[in-house]
Structures are given as structure tokens and as C-alpha cells.
T-cell receptor
Framework: RKEVEQDPGPFNVPEGATVAFNCTYS??????FFWYRQDCRKEPKLLMS???SGNEDGRFTAQLNRASQYISLLIRDSKLSDSATYLC???????????FGAGTTVTVRA | DADVTQTPRNRITKTGKRIMLECSQT?????MYWYRQDPGLGLRLIYY???????NKGEISDGYSVSRQAQAKFSLSLESAIPNQTALYFC????????????FGPGTRLTVT
């Protein structure tokens, strides 16, 4: 079983729509959680950390469910520029090594 | 200027050749990492270094070696390249004093023929 699993998508949504997707992680000792954004053939960029109580950053909302071991990302009022692959990233424990999901592709159409 | 730079950005090489990928950072971070990315797979850790004298194997280190020449420089070598090492390679950095998020260089696209 992969340490981090994501629905690869693609999620095809119109501008202005809300899109949400999850990822699951297998290591219950995981302590830190992140969403990264990766544009085609570019480097991953940190989008936001995910905190236990859930957190928002503008149009982006991240949630963590430790009991069920999943993380979610919700994008409100989607923009064309939100088209990207979103990587779910989990810290494995105290050693600062990260496990990456294969990514969920989101395409926002005009 | 970019905080994390990688050279070369693209490279085509032949099976059996030795190749070195270089990474430099100006972020002042103590930790550096090398990953490879293949289509449909998540980034996989090749090697990581918590400081100049602390280098560790990641999950897929076979066929690779690294050198941490200075806090700001971390190079990855393929001693004898093989076609299944064709991939996108990323260097990343993090700061042990702050949050564990990592910051990535622009990547090196390596093709082994």
C-alpha cells in the first residue's frame, strides 16, 4: 500500500466552481501535512500546511481527519490559474522526511 | 534570483556514462534533498543531508551517490547511467529551525538513451 494515495483525477470544472478532493495516508505517526501545487514540468511549490483544526488561505481550505487518516483540499471560486496538479504531502514522523502522493490534476475551464 | 538552482536543466546522456547534477541554494537552509519524479508516481527520495557531515540514503539510492560540498551545495551523481534513470530530478531544501515544508529547485530533466 502506498504511504499517500490520491485520486489522480482529472477534475474538470468551470470557472467559479468549487472543487474538492482528498488524500489518504497510511502512517498513523505522521505529524505534518501539506498541500503542494505543481504546474506541468515545473517544481512543486508549497501551497499550504494543513493544521489539525483546519485552515483557510484565501479561496483554499484544508482539513485534516486524523481518525480516518485523510486530508482534504477545497478550492472555492475556481480560477483558470488554479489549473495544476495538487500534491498531498505527509511528514513520516520526527525525521522530516516527506512522503508525496502522485497528485490530483485539476483543470479549470473558461 | 532563484533561491534554489539546479544545473543542468536538461541533459541527454548515453547508457554507462557518469553524470553529475548540481544544486545550490541561497536560502541558508541546513537540510537538502534529492528526489526523482516519474509519471504517475509521487516524488521519491534518493538521498538527503541534514548538514555537511550528515548524509543519508533515501528510499531509492541504488545507482546514485551524493556529495555535500558546502551547506549551500548538494550534488547528485549517477556513476553509470541506465535508461530507467530517465526522470525529472528535483533538489529541495528545508530549515530545521522552522516548519518542515521543503522548497524545490526548478528540476533537471534527464534522459538516458
Amino acid at each position: 500500500r502506498k504511504e499517500v494515495e490520491q485520486d489522480p483525477g482529472p477534475f474538470n470544472v468551470p470557472e467559479g466552481a468549487t472543487v474538492a478532493f482528498n488524500c489518504t495516508y497510511s502512517n498513523s505517526a505522521s505529524q505534518s501535512f501539506f498541500w503542494y501545487r505543481q504546474d506541468c514540468r515545473k517544481e512543486p511549490k508549497l501551497l499550504m500546511s494543513v493544521y489539525s483544526s483546519g485552515n483557510e488561505d484565501g479561496r483554499f481550505t484544508a482539513q485534516l481527519n486524523r481518525a480516518s487518516q485523510y486530508i482534504s483540499l477545497l478550492i472555492r471560486d475556481s480560477k483558470l490559474s488554479d489549473s495544476a496538479t495538487y500534491l498531498c504531502v505527509v511528514n513520516r514522523g520526527n525525521d522530516y522526511k516527506l512522503s508525496f502522493g502522485a497528485g490530483t490534476t485539476v483543470t479549470v475551464r473558461a | 534570483d532563484a533561491d534554489v538552482t539546479q544545473t543542468p536543466r536538461n541533459r541527454i546522456t548515453k547508457t554507462g556514462k557518469r553524470i553529475m547534477l548540481e544544486c545550490s541554494q541561497t536560502k541558508g537552509h541546513d537540510r537538502m534533498y534529492w528526489y526523482r519524479q516519474d509519471p504517475g508516481l509521487g516524488l521519491r527520495l534518493i538521498y538527503y543531508s541534514f548538514d555537511v557531515k550528515d548524509i543519508n540514503k533515501g528510499e531509492i539510492s541504488d545507482g546514485y551517490s551524493v556529495s555535500r560540498q558546502a551547506q549551500a551545495k548538494f550534488s547528485l551523481s549517477l556513476e553509470s547511467a541506465i535508461p530507467n534513470q530517465t526522470a525529472l530530478y528535483f533538489c529541495a531544501t528545508s530549515d530545521s529551525r522552522t516548519a518542515p515544508g521543503q522548497y524545490f529547485g526548478p528540476g533537471t530533466r534527464l534522459t538516458v538513451t
